[in-house]
């Protein structure tokens, strides 16, 4: 058993309390407090745990010591919503729409017929490019979702590869009705919550559907309830992309059947945000405004949430549709300039709250106990992910 101190934090953001619980369900507390800020700090770190967290005038001996010279340190971020096994290029899409073309989930299609197109070890390469780039910018857990194979073979495939990088892999069978399956829908589904999902369950940890009324490609809320109770039957938790393009069934799926996350969140009503707020300790409103930022749609109303005390998470939803960047420091920095967020609320968000929205307590904290997934700012302190956007100041910490 070896250990590391890690030395020359100017500031520890921990994202823990004192005793190093992770106070994130006590909504009473300003999202400031929550941040558990320690200046001059240190963190041992054994066996990629957490062992000790305090003043660096007070660290204990360890094996080995690396001196980050000044910086800070945040828990590594938590993307809880990426699809990040795609091939193809989508940027004629993007140029339409910043045009004026708006987004209905049609061009999913063509990321469909890219990714079964390509071989194993070609999606297996983007996907390791896309999972090095994310860790080189501060994300240490990362979600992923299928959903751009629409074949049981292609989504097997697709999960697969994905739990090549991460535990955390979501079957979306149910991402759009498939072009080939488009005169019948009610078979797709039939395959998705039978077929489909038996072969894909075991590779995954997670049953995701795109329930969006507002498009022909999608789900509506009884199909995506149909989808949902298949995969929860099958042994997995419920994730939900609801609300993102206009008003919709989503969210209240999401909250009456007990989903860990609804993802979007634009178009929500006063009943939903009551919903959200009344469920805040089982369902997570997952932001993810880098959506927005690419589609030139509205962005989310994170303040009305934060307000009503639902519990709020930021995520990349890096895809090749509507946001190709897996930076979490961008998405930080959207979350402050457009959502309104303080900067510790965007950082909590992004940390803690991906952790709840995977109902994770080991990640996204840095508290005696947890994974030792740390970031490195180079920066004196949090603010700096807003204040210098596009700038690559955050990195995952490399201890060995
Ligand atoms: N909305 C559904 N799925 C993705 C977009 C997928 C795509 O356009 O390729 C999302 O979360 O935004
Ligand atoms: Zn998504």
Same mark, same amino acid.
């Given at each position: 058993?070896?250990?590391?101190?890690?030395?020359? /934090?100017?500031?520890?953001?921990?994202?823990?309390?004192?005793?190093?619980?992770?106070?994130?369900?006590?909504?009473?507390?300003?999202?400031?407090?929550?941040?558990?800020?320690?200046?001059?700090?240190?963190?041992?770190?054994?066996?990629?745990?957490?062992?000790?967290?305090? *003043?660096?005038?007070?660290? *204990?001996?360890?094996?080995?010591?690396?001196?980050?010279?000044?910086?800070?340190?945040?828990?590594g971020f938590?993307d +809880?919503?990426s699809?990040l096994v795609?091939?193809?290029?989508? +940027? #004629?899409?993007?140029?339409?729409?910043?045009?004026?073309?708006?987004?209905?989930?049609?061009? /999913?299609?063509?990321?469909?017929?890219?990714?079964?197109?390509?071989?194993?070890?070609?999606l297996r390469g983007l996907l390791a490019a896309r999972v090095a780039d994310a860790r080189a910018l501060g994300t240490t857990t990362l979600?992923v979702?299928?959903?751009?194979?629409?074949?049981?073979?292609?989504?097997?495939?697709?999960?697969?590869l994905a739990?090549e990088v991460t535990?955390?892999?979501?079957?979306?069978?149910?991402?759009?009705?498939?072009?080939?399956?488009?005169?019948?829908?009610?078979?797709?589904?039939?395959?998705?919550?039978? *077929?489909?999902?038996?072969?894909?369950?075991?590779?995954?940890?997670?049953?995701?559907?795109?329930?969006?009324?507002? +498009?022909?490609?999608?789900?509506?809320?009884?199909?995506?309830?149909?989808?949902?109770?298949?995969?929860?039957?099958?042994?997995?938790?419920?994730?939900?992309?609801?609300?993102?393009?206009?008003?919709?069934?989503? #969210?209240?799926? #999401?909250?009456?059947?007990?989903?860990?996350?609804?993802?979007?969140?634009?178009?929500?009503?006063?009943?939903?945000?009551?919903?959200?707020?009344?469920?805040?300790?089982?369902?997570?409103?997952?932001?993810?405004?880098?959506?927005?930022?690419?589609?030139?749609?509205?962005?989310?109303?994170?303040?009305?949430?934060?307000?009503?005390?639902?519990?709020?998470?930021?995520?990349s939803?890096c895809?090749?549709?509507?946001?190709n960047t897996a930076s979490m420091p961008?998405?930080?920095?959207?979350?402050?300039?457009?959502?309104?967020?303080?900067?510790?609320?965007?950082?909590?968000?992004?940390?803690?709250?991906?952790?709840?929205?995977?109902?994770?307590?080991?990640?996204?904290?840095?508290?005696?106990?947890?994974?030792?997934d740390?970031a490195?700012?180079?920066?004196?302190?949090?603010?700096?992910?807003?204040?210098?956007?596009?700038?690559p100041?955050a990195r995952a910490l490399e201890?060995d």
């Amino acid at each position: 058993m070896s250990s590391t101190v890690v030395t020359g /934090i100017s500031e520890l953001v921990t994202c823990a309390g004192p005793d190093g619980a992770t106070p994130v369900t006590d909504r009473s507390l300003p999202a400031a407090e929550r941040l558990g800020v320690v200046r001059d700090a240190a963190v041992v770190v054994e066996d990629g745990r957490v062992a000790w967290v305090g *003043p660096a005038v007070e660290a *204990p001996a360890a094996d080995d010591a690396l001196d980050v010279g000044g910086r800070a340190v945040v828990p590594g971020f938590v993307d +809880s919503h990426s699809h990040l096994v795609f091939a193809g290029d989508r +940027s #004629a899409e993007f140029a339409a729409r910043m045009a004026g073309t708006p987004y209905d989930g049609g061009g /999913i299609g063509v990321s469909v017929a890219a990714t079964r197109a390509a071989t194993d070890d070609e999606l297996r390469g983007l996907l390791a490019a896309r999972v090095a780039d994310a860790r080189a910018l501060g994300t240490t857990t990362l979600e992923v979702k299928g959903g751009y194979g629409l074949t049981v073979e292609d989504e097997v495939r697709s999960l697969r590869l994905a739990r090549e990088v991460t535990d955390e892999t979501t079957f979306l069978g149910a991402h759009v009705v498939p072009p080939e399956a488009r005169e019948d829908r009610a078979a797709y589904l039939d395959l998705v919550t039978g *077929p489909m999902l038996a072969a894909c369950a075991p590779l995954a940890r997670w049953v995701d559907v795109f329930c969006e009324p507002n +498009s022909p490609h999608a789900f509506t809320g009884e199909e995506a309830r149909r989808v949902l109770l298949a995969g929860r039957d099958a042994g997995l938790g419920l994730r939900v992309h609801g609300n993102q393009l206009g008003p919709g069934p989503g #969210a209240r799926l #999401a909250v009456g059947l007990g989903a860990a996350s609804v993802d979007h969140c634009t178009f929500l009503d006063d009943t939903d945000v009551d919903d959200l707020a009344a469920a805040a300790d089982t369902t997570v409103a997952t932001l993810l405004p880098g959506v927005e930022f690419s589609t030139r749609m509205p962005y989310p109303d994170a303040r009305r949430l934060l307000a009503a005390g639902v519990s709020v998470a930021l995520a990349s939803d890096c895809n090749p549709g509507t946001c190709n960047t897996a930076s979490m420091p961008f998405v930080v920095a959207l979350a402050v300039r457009e959502l309104r967020m303080t900067a510790a609320e965007a950082l909590v968000a992004a940390t803690v709250g991906g952790a709840r929205a995977l109902r994770r307590d080991d990640v996204g904290r840095v508290a005696v106990g947890a994974r030792a997934d740390l970031a490195v700012l180079d920066a004196p302190g949090h603010e700096h992910l807003a204040y210098r956007p596009g700038m690559p100041i955050a990195r995952a910490l490399e201890l060995d």
